[in-house]
């Protein structure tokens, strides 16, 4: 299994606000908005697995502002960090009018995608993630302490396992 860069499964969605998705005030419903970062980033997942995925965890979505009848929004996905069945994924959501003018980040969230073997269905090996630039390299280094986090608190592990937190606490206090 060769080792991927970033760019290689970097997905973006783009979507106009419709009546039908938004709520009474004329916003777009936050689950509207948590259905396509899912398409998202199980699509940018499945390119950088070449498999099936599933979504496992969904750690922090963020409603900065609101998402207005009319707008258009892009889902930027890409992966962040592979583990060893799994993939995280970083999505930003950017929202502009119709001609794409004052485009402002509103949105953002990580997500865990494990992928299947397309036989047994059950959790394969995933390629590895090669990151370039500066951003990138931030967010691999940083994957492996939100990894612990979400594994903390679904009690998949105690906090006296989570070395990389532990260590990003200390040298914090220092």
């Given amino acids: 299994m060769r080792e991927k860069k970033?760019?290689?499964s970097k997905t973006i969605m783009t979507e106009m606000i419709m009546p039908n998705d938004t709520n009474p005030l004329g916003n777009l419903m936050g689950g509207n908005l948590m259905r396509w970062m899912d398409?998202?980033?199980?699509?940018?997942?499945?390119?950088?697995?070449?498999?099936?995925v599933v979504t496992a965890s969904v750690d922090h979505v963020s409603f900065q502002q609101p998402i207005k009848l009319g707008n258009v929004i892009s889902l930027n996905a890409k992966i962040t960090r592979a583990f060893n069945t799994s993939?995280?994924?970083?999505?930003?959501v950017y929202v502009s009018d119709i001609t794409g003018a004052n485009t402002v980040k509103s949105?953002?969230?990580?997500m865990t995608f494990?992928?299947?073997d397309a036989n047994t269905m059950k959790p394969r090996k995933v390629p590895s993630i090669l990151?370039?630039?500066p951003e990138e390299h931030k967010l691999f280094e940083s994957?492996?302490?939100r990894r612990e986090l979400r594994l903390l608190l679904s009690?998949?592990?105690k906090p006296s396992d989570a070395k990389g937190l532990i260590a990003f606490f200390d040298d914090a206090d220092n």
């Fill in 6 to 8: 970033v760019e290689e």
């Fill in 39 to 52: 398409f998202a980033g199980g699509i940018c997942a499945g390119k950088h697995c070449e498999a099936y």
């Fill in 87 to 92: 993939v995280e994924v970083y999505i930003e």
């Fill in 107 to 110: 949105n953002h969230a990580y």
């Fill in 114 to 116: 494990v992928a299947l």
């Fill in 131 to 133: 990151p370039i630039t």
């Fill in 143 to 145: 994957a492996v302490r």
């Fill in 155 to 157: 009690g998949r592990i």
